[in-house]
């Protein structure tokens, strides 16, 4: 089965074609640098970037993979959470697609297909525990199957990457400013008191990562005295203090996701596997403290390589391929849903026709 996947959740464009549960071949436009100028992502811009992008991108990635259009199978689109405009300019274009071509159409909740992503590179193994720690969102997963992600905590405001990208923001980071704090982290010393660990004073499974940042804003203002070039690209660039600061932050970040996860294992004791996915799943300390997590508890730990990350569409075609593989779609009258709504449990299930299909089709 070949299936085409396409991403415009937020500020990436993307469209990647999986057949066989192998990427073929991926296409990625960034607006990172429109938004930059305004220190975060302006929505009715971004909607008009994946505007201006998806048609040309369709057609690099289908003459790159040597593929025609009619040779697709499957159209694969995230349908949210995510920002509406953005959202609607690729469900838009998927839904004609698929209409056209007459393939089947699936639409996808983009966080589920983030905690997917790894099968790419390595086994996925069901039941696991899923962390999904993105720009917008941070959730502890039951992950049953592919199809079914039981959420077990999110957060109750700011998600890690929000948190990472504000506080970037007030040091004078390039936007989004994650990425380089994590660099500035490895280079600085961490002051395990300087920072709270917040929300950890409970039972639950939740997040709130707001304190935090207020806490890091405060210290910023009292302590810092901000003589660095502004916009900052690059570690070279920062003092001492700056990569000192960014070192302390994340491991109070880090820190505390990791009490959650452990809880979260403790009370799902069969699950043996944990992923981590999302964009903030790139982050050197997370990853190297999940890795340690799980083999002190005998377990798997598996993130996917950083650039499968961040936002792309190699995982929208590979979670579409899976779940489509099992019989899942959905009708033409599939909604984009914004970022703050549920995605609906909504898709429709062929079961007995799937099986002869797959073979007429492989
Ligand atoms: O998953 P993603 O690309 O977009 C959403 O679906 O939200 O995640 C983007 C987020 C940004 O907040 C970015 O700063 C953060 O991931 N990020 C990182 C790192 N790389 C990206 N945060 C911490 N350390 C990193 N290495
Ligand atoms: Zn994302």
């Known amino acids: 089965m070949l299936c ?15 057949q066989d549960g192998h990427l073929l071949g991926s296409v990625l436009a960034s607006q990172a640098d429109v938004h930059a100028l305004f220190g975060g992502v302006v929505p009715e811009l971004a909607s008009r970037e994946h505007y201006r992008y998806i048609g040309p991108l369709f057609d690099e990635l289908m003459s790159r993979c040597r593929r025609r259009a009619a040779d ?13 405009g953005s959202l609607l300019v690729g469900v838009a274009f998927a839904k004609g697609l698929a209409l056209g071509l007459g393939a089947r159409f699936l639409g996808l909740n983009h ?5 997917l992503a790894v099968g790419l590179e390595q086994t996925l193994a069901f039941p696991c525990l899923g962390l999904l720690v993105s720009g917008g969102h941070t959730h502890i997963y039951r992950m049953e199957a592919p199809w079914r992600c039981l959420p077990l905590g999110r957060t109750l405001d700011d998600a890690a990457g929000e948190a990472f990208d504000k506080v970037g923001k007030l040091l004078g980071l390039a936007y989004p400013g994650g990425r380089l704090m994590d660099a500035l982290a490895r280079a600085g010393r961490a002051d395990a008191r300087l920072f709270p660990r917040p929300y950890l004073d ?6 709130s990562f707001s304190g935090l940042k207020t806490a890091a804003a405060a210290y910023i203002e009292r302590y810092l005295d901000g003589s660095w070039p502004r916009p900052l690209h690059c570690v070279e660039d920062a003092p001492q203090a700056l990569k000192d600061c960014c070192a302390s932050f994340n491991l ?3 820190d505390t996701v990791c009490v959650k996860v452990e809880r979260a294992l403790d009370r799902q004791p069969d699950l043996r596997t944990l992923i981590v996915a999302g964009g903030v799943a790139a982050n050197t300390l997370l990853r190297e403290r999940m890795a340690e997590l799980m083999r002190r508890r005998d377990g798997k730990f598996l993130a996917p390589s950083p650039a499968l990350c961040t936002d792309n569409a190699a995982m929208t075609a590979y979670a579409g391929w899976l779940l489509g593989g099992a019989g899942f779609y959905h009708d033409l009258r599939m909604e984009a849903i914004p970022r703050g709504r549920v995605a609906p449990e909504d898709m429709l299930r062929h079961a007995g026709q799937l099986q002869s299909e797959e073979r007429r089709l492989s």
């Open 252 to 254: 109070a970040v880090v």
């Open 202 to 207: 409970n039972d639950n499974l939740d997040f």
């Open 72 to 84: 697709i199978n499957l159209v694969s689109v995230a349908r949210g959470p995510g920002l509406l």
């Open 111 to 115: 966080l589920h297909a983030h905690l």
């Open 4 to 18: 085409l996947g396409i991403e415009s959740s937020c500020d990436e464009t993307a469209l990647a074609l999986v």
